[in-house]
């Protein structure tokens, strides 16, 4: 059971760092994320049942998010629209595309057929079988980190991450912002889409509607790592993500099953999550009055002691 | 270098806040020329930069860039041979990155690549050069620049625009935010700079004494034109007195005409 949790939390954090990208990185609210979740599902699940091939159906999962991106992006760059609302009209539409994608269903289970999870007990057969999931997961996981490390610290990534911070100095270095933002957004919603494509293996199905509410639960999981620790590095930043995502799914695990001793029901899970993120907001910003307070107070403290140094060596002199 | 020709700008045209900016002005900008702008606020100097740099388009007339025609040449692309600092200090670097991240990002111009450039090499060279600024930068490449001052993140923003090798610089009162000690120490940053790399110069400033002692050449502002515009010998002879006395001379001769323009 425990074992579970860790899984189920290990894929949510892919999905997680694809909306680091874009809240924290990028400073771009997408909700894109809300269908392109779902799209990811969808595809890799058709993909399996095609028999594509488990690489292949990965592969077209992260390309289906990214394509979604894409769109939103465009929008946002061309019709000049907020970033907001561009998200919203692209998962939107990609409600119906999913359902499209899925054969005009709603749900299209994976069964008797061989998924990433089914494989996972054979590679691993010397792991007990929860222990070979967790194994398996955890191994795509690191993998992803890894790459997301080290695009952040390329050129292209640095730069996508100074757009977020100040899209002015990316102008005045000769770099077209709207290119910087397709990229990033594309890139967010591929590994959204990648995180949609692992549940469904593991869950054994694909749902139209598995990406409702995604983007909150995402924000509440980077927030949640946010409280860990606190870090400029990327390295320690997706590392962050990933103990926040699992934190995250273990606190709804123990709403989920202790959750009736205080009546409790799973439905109220999303308000408790939106609870969850207006409380991070209030203590983040609490948390930063007080160290600017905090730094005031220093910066007069200096300041006094030099004026007392000058007055002692006027005095002195 | 830099010609314009006839340029205008209205804002929101054609509505009750229509507003001329910039009215029909002419300039044009040697190669290896430091020019001066001075003008009251609201005069049309930031405009005037905003349409050189291309931050929005004119309304009308042509910008040219060393023979070619940017009339219509988005920002980024003229950021290539334009390099601009604001009176902001925080719109020149990215406050939630570090120091070295902000230079590898400023180190070449243009889009950049799956390259990761950012090493041991290029370290040391930052902090060679983050060391002529003589601020203790150089011990803290790590560190997030929004963790700086506003003095010294305005001399990182002056050292990454010119390790960005641009032809011309815009400053826009770039030290006017700045307390009294860190202005003086990013205008000789500033004077440093623009004689090591033989760059071409605009520079705003409200302090008459910078726009006096700075410079081959100056030109005033009112009311979206150049109403004055004093280079060379002229120029050196310049004191603040006589530059006051210029303007009065100039606006008492605009309000006798508005006079007459009124008069039955
Ligand atoms: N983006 C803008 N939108 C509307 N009006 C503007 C804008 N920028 C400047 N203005 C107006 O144009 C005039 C000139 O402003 P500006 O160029 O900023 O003057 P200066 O820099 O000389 O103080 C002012 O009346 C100002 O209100
Ligand atoms: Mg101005």
Request: hydrophobic share 45%; charged share 20%.
């Amino acid at each position: 059971m425990i074992e579970g949790i860790f899984v189920d939390g290990l894929i949510f954090s892919i999905m997680v760092m694809g909306v680091l990208i874009s809240y924290r990185i990028l400073d771009f609210p997408d909700l894109t994320a809300d269908g392109s979740f779902a799209t990811g599902a969808a595809v890799a699940t058709i993909s399996i049942v095609n028999g594509y091939g488990l690489l292949a159906a990965a592969l077209l999962a992260t390309l289906s998010g990214a394509v979604a991106g894409l769109i939103t992006a465009m929008i946002h760059n061309k019709l000049k629209v907020p970033g907001l609302l561009a998200g919203i009209l692209t998962m939107t539409m990609l409600y119906s595309i999913n359902i499209r994608i899925l054969g005009g269903r709603a749900n299209v289970p994976l069964l008797k057929i061989d998924t990433l999870y089914t494989k996972m007990p054979e590679v691993f057969s010397f792991l007990p079988g929860p222990w070979a999931l967790l194994t398996g997961t955890l191994l795509i996981v690191f993998f992803v980190k890894i790459l997301m490390d080290l695009f952040f610290r390329t050129d292209l990534g640095i730069s996508i991450g100074a757009l977020g911070s100040n899209e002015q100095m990316i102008i005045s270095m000769g770099i077209n912002p709207r290119l910087l933002k397709i990229i990033g957004i594309s890139i967010s919603n591929g590994l959204i889409a990648l995180s949609g494509g692992l549940l469904a293996q593991y869950q054994g199905f694909a749902d139209a509607n598995l990406g409702v509410g995604m983007i909150v639960q995402g924000l509440a999981a980077i927030m949640i790592g946010e409280f860990l620790f606190s870090t400029n590095k990327i390295f320690f930043i997706t590392l962050r993500v990933i103990f926040g995502a699992i934190i995250y799914k273990a606190l709804m695990f123990l709403g989920r099953y202790y959750g009736y001793y205080i009546h409790l029901t799973p439905s109220d899970l999303k308000l408790l999550t939106g609870i969850l993120v207006i409380l991070s907001l209030i203590i983040a910003q609490t948390r930063a009055a007080a160290s600017s307070a905090d730094a005031r107070k220093k910066a007069i403290r200096r300041n006094n002691e030099r004026r007392k140094g000058l007055n002692e060596e006027k005095n002195n002199a | 270098m830099l010609n314009i020709e006839q340029i205008s700008k209205v804002f929101y045209p054609g509505t009750v806040n229509e507003k001329v900016a910039i009215e029909y002005i002419d300039l044009r900008v040697l190669e290896g020329d430091f020019i001066t702008v001075v003008g009251s606020n609201g005069s049309g100097k930031s405009t005037l930069f905003n349409l050189i740099g291309g931050t929005f388009p004119v309304t009308s007339g042509k910008i040219t860039l060393n023979d070619k025609d940017v009339t219509h040449t988005p920002e980024y692309k003229r950021a290539f041979t334009i390099g601009r600092i604001f009176q902001d200090p925080t719109v020149g670097t990215a406050a939630k990155m570090s120091i070295e991240d902000n230079m590898i990002t400023a180190y070449k111009k243009g889009m950049k690549g799956l390259k990761i450039s950012l090493n041991n090499t290029k370290r040391a060279y930052f902090k060679e050069e983050l060391k002529q600024l003589k601020i203790g930068l150089e011990d803290r490449l790590k560190d997030n620049v929004g963790l700086l001052s506003g003095g010294q993140r305005q001399a990182l923003t002056l050292l990454m625009t010119v390790l960005s090798k641009p032809q011309m610089l815009l400053l826009d009162e770039h030290t006017a935010a700045l307390d009294p000690r860190n202005a003086q120490i990013v205008m000789d940053l500033t004077t440093e700079f623009i004689e090591k790399y033989h760059l071409t110069t605009l520079m705003v400033t409200h302090n008459m004494q910078h726009a006096i002692t700075y410079g081959n050449r100056l030109i005033m502002m009112d009311e979206g034109k150049i109403i004055l515009d004093v280079r060379g010998e002229e120029k050196k002879q310049l004191t603040v007195l006589k530059l006051v006395d210029l303007f009065k001379k100039i606006k008492h001769q605009e309000y006798s005409s508005d006079e007459d323009l009124l008069a039955p």
